[in-house]
C-alpha cells in the first residue's frame, strides 16, 4: 500500500502531466478569481454612477414642479423614469419630509437608510438620496433605490463564463500535455529499455531517432555509443579469451616444469644415493683396512686413515641431507605420513623455540605419487615460510582424508601479514603452492592478519593425483 504511490510518482509521464495540470490550475484560478473581482467592481462602480447621475437629473428637474407645486406633471415624468430596468422605487418628500409621490415595485413604508455604495449593501437595494433645491433653497428629496439583481445575475454569469472558459482551457491542456508527454516519455521509454538491454549484455540494441530534436540526438548519440562499446567488448572479449589460453598454457608448462623438476631430483638422488653413497661407503672400507693393516707404530698412516674415515662421513651426511631435500627416500620406502613426520621433527630440532605438532586422520597410505609429492613439498615450503617469517611459538599441521576429499591445514600463531598493505600479497612461495594445488584441481586459500598468525587451507579431491 505504501509503495504503490511512490512508484506511480516515480513515472516522468505522470510527473510531467501533473505538474503541467497543477500550474495551470493555479495560475487560471487566479485569473479567474481576479477577473470576477474586476468584473464585480466594474459593475458595482457603473451602477453608482448610473444612479448617481440619474438622481442628479430628476432632482434638477423636480425643483421646478415642487415650486410651482404641479405634483401631476412631476407624477407623470417620473412614472417615465421608473420604467428603468433596474431602478425599484423612487420616493419624494417635500420639506416637510411628506411623501409628494412614491412609485416602484418595493417602495419603502420607512425611509431607507442611505448606502455609499453598490458593494456594501446587504438588503438586494441600492438606497440613495438627493436634496432637491432652488436656488440653494431646500424644497424637499427624492429617494431612489436601485435592484441589484441584475448587476449579480451579470456578474455571476461573467463568472460562470470565466469558469467554464478555464475550465475548457485546463481540459484542452491536460490533453495536449497528455499527447506530448505520452510522445516525449514513450521515446524516453524506448531509451530506458534499450539501455537496460545494454546494461544486460545485449549490445545489438538500436534506437529509431524518429525526429532530428533534443531526444532524436540523444537516440542517435545513444546508438553510436552502443555500437562502440559492442566494437569495444568483442575486443576485450578476444583479449580476455586469448588471455585466459596463455594463462593455461602458461599453468600447464608450470606443472610440467614441477613434475620435471620432481623428476629430475629422484633421479638426481637416486644418482647421489647410487654412485656417490657407494663410492663413499668404498673410500671408507679402504680407510679401515690402512688403518687395521697399518703398523701400529705408525702414527701418520693411522692419522691419515682416521682423517679419510672423518671426511668421508662428513661428505655421507651432507649428501644424506642433500639426497633429502630432493627426494626424502622415506617417502617412497615408508609413505607419505612417516615423511612428514620425519620432516617435522628435524624442523622441531633446527627450531626449538617454536613447538610444531601435528595430527593425521583417515587412511592416507593410497593418495599416489603426485599428491603425496605435492603435500610434501607444500608442507617443506610452509615450515620453510614460518622460518623465515611468522617468529611464531606454534605451529599445526593437519592432515584429514576425508570422504570426499583430502584436507591440509597448516596454522601458527605468529606476527601475520596485513593484505592490504601494496606489496604485500601473495609471495613467490604462496603462489607456487597455489599452482601445485591446481594442478590437482584443488582448492588453495590463506587467512591471515596483524597479529592472528597465518593459516594455509587446501582442499583436494580424492583419485586427482592417483595417476601419477
Known amino acids: 500500500m505504501i509503495h504503490k504511490p511512490v512508484f506511480f510518482l516515480r513515472s516522468l509521464r505522470v510527473r510531467l502531466i501533473a505538474s503541467v495540470v497543477t500550474i495551470e490550475i493555479i495560475m487560471l484560478s487566479i485569473l479567474v478569481w481576479n477577473n470576477i473581482s474586476i468584473i464585480q467592481t466594474t459593475h458595482t462602480d457603473r451602477l453608482r454612477d448610473t444612479a448617481t447621475s440619474m438622481i442628479q437629473q430628476i432632482s434638477n428637474t423636480l425643483g421646478n414642479y415642487m415650486v410651482a407645486v404641479d405634483y401631476a406633471t412631476l407624477e407623470d415624468y417620473l412614472s417615465n423614469v421608473i420604467n428603468y430596468k433596474e431602478l425599484s422605487y423612487i420616493v419624494v418628500v417635500d420639506r416637510d419630509d411628506k411623501t409628494v409621490t412614491a412609485l416602484g415595485n418595493v417602495t419603502p413604508k420607512a425611509r431607507p437608510e442611505i448606502d455609499l455604495h453598490p458593494a456594501e449593501v446587504n438588503d438586494g437595494i441600492f438606497d440613495i438620496a438627493q436634496d432637491i433645491k432652488i436656488a440653494d433653497l431646500p424644497m424637499g428629496r427624492v429617494l431612489m433605490g436601485f435592484s441589484l439583481s441584475l448587476m449579480d445575475d451579470a456578474i455571476n454569469k461573467s463568472r460562470n463564463r470565466g469558469i467554464t472558459i478555464a475550465l475548457i482551457e485546463i481540459a484542452l491542456t491536460v490533453i495536449v500535455t497528455i499527447i506530448i508527454g505520452l510522445g516525449l516519455t514513450r521515446r524516453m521509454g524506448v531509451l530506458s529499455r534499450a539501455a537496460a538491454e545494454v546494461e544486460a549484455g545485449n549490445y545489438s540494441v538500436s534506437v529509431p531517432t524518429e525526429t532530428d530534436d533534443e531526444v532524436g540526438k540523444t537516440a542517435a548519440a545513444f546508438n553510436s555509443m552502443v555500437a562502440e562499446v559492442s566494437k569495444r567488448t568483442q575486443q576485450l572479449l578476444q583479449e580476455e579469451k586469448r588471455t585466459q589460453q596463455l594463462l593455461s598454457e602458461n599453468r600447464l608448462l608450470i606443472q610440467k616444469s614441477l613434475e620435471v623438476q620432481e623428476e629430475e631430483r629422484k633421479h638426481l638422488a637416486r644418482e647421489l644415493h647410487d654412485e656417490l653413497g657407494q663410492s663413499l661407503t668404498a673410500i671408507q672400507a679402504d680407510a679401515k683396512s690402512i688403518k687395521d693393516l697399518s703398523p701400529k707404530n705408525d702414527r701418520r698412516i693411522i692419522t691419515s686413515a682416521d682423517a679419510i674415515l672423518n671426511v668421508s662421513a662428513h661428505i655421507y651426511d651432507v649428501v644424506h641431507s642433500m639426497m633429502r631435500l630432493l627426494r626424502p627416500s622415506v617417502l617412497d620406502s615408508l609413505g607419505l605420513v612417516e615423511a612428514l613426520k620425519e620432516e617435522i621433527n628435524i624442523w622441531n630440532k633446527r627450531n626449538p623455540k617454536t613447538k610444531c605438532t601435528h595430527n593425521f586422520e583417515g587412511d592416507l597410505s593410497n593418495l599416489g605419487e603426485h599428491t603425496n609429492i605435492t603435500i610434501y613439498r607444500i608442507a617443506q ?88
Open 381 to 468: 615450503e610452509c615450515l620453510t615460510n614460518i622460518t623465515k617469517h611468522a617468529s611464531a611459538e606454534n605451529v599445526s599441521v593437519e592432515l584429514k582424508n576425508g570422504k570426499h576429499d583430502l584436507q591440509l591445514i597448516i596454522s601458527d600463531d605468529g606476527i601475520g601479514v596485513d593484505v592490504n598493505i601494496p606489496d604485500r600479497g601473495m609471495s613467490l612461495g604462496l603462489i607456487g603452492i597455489r599452482e601445485r594445488i591446481q594442478a590437482l584441481n584443488g582448492l588453495f586459500k590463506y587467512e591471515t592478519s596483524p597479529g592472528n598468525g597465518f593459516r594455509v587451507f587446501i582442499r583436494i579431491p580424492h583419485n586427482a593425483g592417483k595417476q601419477s
